[in-house]
């Protein structure tokens, strides 16, 4: 990691329960600005929970989120986690995108009004201006002849890919992707990954992977972080951790995720 850059996601102690589940415990870790960062770890290791979190999706039991210098949760000296006013989660919610395993398309909507619907509402901005953008973006994964399609229309890869667009047309500063091939069929997961390998080309944008995809982690990243069982086990360099990683439990996950 580039330590001269100031981080654009501080994470502090954080902990996360469902129930007696303790997904999250005491992870911290910092995202630079224009770094690429992949997660990696077997599952209910707590990668999800993470971007959840960050989305305001989900709430933690403890610790401190910062987001561009703004807190989203912190603690307060009597040791509980409080968030933010409104206000400010809006504020630092309209930093950040978010791309789901599943879509989460409006089936309703066409693929134009999907990407233009919240820059229009939640943003201002107008409708030309907004549909302009669209147009550019869909253009960018390749599907400018689907602006007037339905979801039920597109194959899931289109789908993640108007899903890619429509987090970005909100302009985030960071961008999360939760598993986006996870959901798709082996021969449509190549088309979105050339989407992320030309969003990960541009120096400015910042990205948090979660990815099961070994080989796809160590050629987009510039640093990866394998979690296990809420914390984070290793990270480092891509060529460190897959290569010549230091600990017994990435080791062990690695040869059965890539041997299998």
């Given at each position: 990691?580039?330590?001269?850059?100031p981080p654009i996601l501080?994470?502090?102690?954080?902990?996360?329960?469902?129930?007696?589940?303790?997904?999250?415990?005491?992870?911290?870790?910092?995202?630079?600005?224009?770094?690429?960062?992949?997660?990696?770890?077997?599952?209910?290791?707590?990668?999800?929970?993470?971007?959840?979190?960050?989305?305001?999706?989900?709430?933690?039991?403890?610790?401190?989120?910062?987001?561009?210098?703004?807190?989203?949760?912190?603690?307060?000296?009597?040791?509980?986690?409080?968030?933010?006013?409104?206000?400010?989660?809006?504020?630092?919610?309209?930093k950040l995108g978010m791309?789901?395993?599943?879509?989460?398309?409006?089936?309703?909507?066409?693929?134009?009004?999907?990407?233009?619907?919240?820059?229009?509402?939640?943003?201002?901005?107008?409708?030309?201006?907004?549909?302009?953008?669209?147009?550019?973006?869909?253009?960018?994964?390749?599907?400018?002849?689907?602006?007037?399609?339905?979801?039920?229309?597109?194959?899931?890869?289109?789908?993640?890919?108007?899903?890619?667009?429509?987090?970005?047309?909100?302009?985030?500063?960071?961008?999360?992707?939760?598993?986006?091939?996870?959901?798709?069929?082996?021969?449509?997961?190549?088309?979105?990954?050339?989407?992320?390998?030309?969003?990960?080309?541009?120096?400015?944008?910042?990205?948090?992977?979660?990815?099961?995809?070994?080989?796809?982690?160590?050629?987009?990243?510039?640093?990866?972080?394998?979690?296990?069982?809420?914390?984070?086990?290793?990270?480092?360099?891509?060529?460190?951790?897959?290569?010549?990683?230091?600990?017994?439990?990435?080791?062990?996950?690695?040869?059965?995720?890539?041997?299998?």
């Amino acid at each position: 990691m580039n330590e001269s850059r100031p981080p654009i996601l501080r994470i502090r102690d954080l902990h996360k329960w469902y129930d007696d589940l303790h997904i999250l415990r005491g992870l911290s870790c910092d995202l630079r600005a224009g770094e690429k960062v992949a997660i990696i770890g077997p599952s209910g290791s707590g990668k999800s929970t993470l971007l959840r979190l960050l989305m305001t999706l989900e709430s933690p039991d403890s610790g401190e989120i910062e987001v561009d210098g703004q807190a989203m949760w912190s603690t307060t000296p009597a040791g509980r986690t409080v968030a933010a006013g409104e206000d400010v989660l809006r504020r630092i919610r309209a930093k950040l995108g978010m791309v789901f395993q599943h879509f989460h398309l409006f089936p309703h909507l066409t693929v134009l009004r999907n990407i233009t619907a919240a820059p229009q509402i939640v943003k201002g901005i107008a409708r030309d201006a907004a549909e302009r953008r669209a147009g550019e973006l869909l253009e960018m994964v390749g599907l400018a002849d689907k602006a007037n399609a339905y979801p039920a229309q597109l194959s899931g890869g289109q789908k993640q890919r108007v899903a890619i667009a429509r987090a970005l047309a909100m302009d985030p500063s960071v961008m999360l992707f939760d598993e986006v091939t996870s959901a798709l069929d082996p021969e449509l997961v190549g088309e979105v990954q050339d989407v992320l390998r030309q969003l990960a080309h541009q120096a400015a944008m910042t990205m948090l992977i979660v990815t099961h995809e070994m080989q796809f982690a160590r050629e987009i990243a510039d640093h990866v972080m394998f979690f296990d069982a809420g914390t984070i086990v290793e990270q480092g360099a891509p060529e460190q951790i897959f290569s010549a990683p230091k600990e017994d439990r990435t080791r062990e996950f690695l040869q059965r995720v890539i041997d299998r």
